[in-house]
């Protein structure tokens, strides 16, 4: 009997940690219409050549990072030819595929996304279900989205 109720609260316990967690799918790694590890061919069949780009040899790996730039608000970060992160800091027309963009405010991205999972400085982090290097890192000033930041996280 006292197993059970270990067990029990052990469950509600987890349950409620679960859900206090609002965690994103993958899927949801979206800005633009460009997903999170796309190859850099997508962006430039949906956005054209960029403003500007910037390669960067990194001579410990020996890999080559890429950096495309739309404008003075769109970053996109290239490893290997493809997406790893994606910044926007202007209400632009670019939104995650749930319609978070720069401008809102930080009440309508929890309606949206829920309470994140963590909170750094004014940043609201959503990590990616199960991964604590993948998400959506949101940040907020005067209460109000300022720049979205999609993909791999810096720690």
């Given at each position: ?95 995650t595929a749930d319609g978070v963009h720069v401008g809102m405010t930080s ?8 309470e994140p999972d963590a909170v750094r400085d004014d940043h609201y982090i959503y990590y990616v279900t199960g991964r604590s290097d993948l ?21």
């Amino acid at each position: 009997m006292k197993m059970w109720k270990i067990f029990g609260l052990t469950l509600a316990l987890t349950t409620v940690a679960a859900a206090a967690f609002a965690s994103v799918p993958q899927s949801a790694l979206r800005i633009g219409g460009i997903p999170f590890d796309a190859e850099s061919s997508v962006i430039r069949s949906i956005y054209g050549m960029p403003t500007k780009v910037d390669v960067h040899m990194e001579k410990e790996r020996a890999t080559e990072d890429t950096e495309y730039e739309y404008g003075n608000s769109v970053s996109i970060d290239l490893k290997y030819n493809r997406v790893h992160q994606i910044e926007v800091s202007a209400n632009n027309g670019w939104e995650t595929a749930d319609g978070v963009h720069v401008g809102m405010t930080s009440d309508q991205v929890k309606m949206i996304y829920g309470e994140p999972d963590a909170v750094r400085d004014d940043h609201y982090i959503y990590y990616v279900t199960g991964r604590s290097d993948l998400g959506i890192d949101i940040e907020i000033e005067n209460d109000r989205v300022d720049e979205i930041t999609v993909g791999k996280l810096d720690k």
